[in-house]
C-alpha cells in the first residue's frame, strides 16, 4: 500500500486523517490475518502424526 499516494490524494483535516487513520488500520488487520494463518499452518504441519502411537510397553 502507498501511503504516501493517500496523503496526496486525501484532503488534511479530520476527514483526511480519518480515511488514512482506516486505511492503516485496514493493512495492519490483513497483515494480523496473513500472520496468524500462516501460524495455524505451521502449527498444523508441524503436528503430524503426533498422538497416533502410543508405547504401552514401556
Not at 486523517?17 to 490483513?30: F, N, Y
Request: glycine share 8%; hydrophobic share 50%; no cysteine.
Amino acid at each position: 500500500m502507498n501511503i504516501s499516494s493517500l496523503s496526496v490524494s486525501m484532503p488534511l483535516g479530520s476527514t483526511g486523517s480519518t480515511a488514512i487513520d482506516l486505511a492503516l488500520m485496514s493493512k495492519v488487520l490483513d497483515t494480523a490475518q496473513e500472520s496468524g494463518d500462516a501460524l495455524v499452518q505451521m502449527m498444523e504441519a508441524a503436528a503430524t502424526g503426533l498422538g497416533q502411537n502410543i508405547d504401552i510397553m514401556a
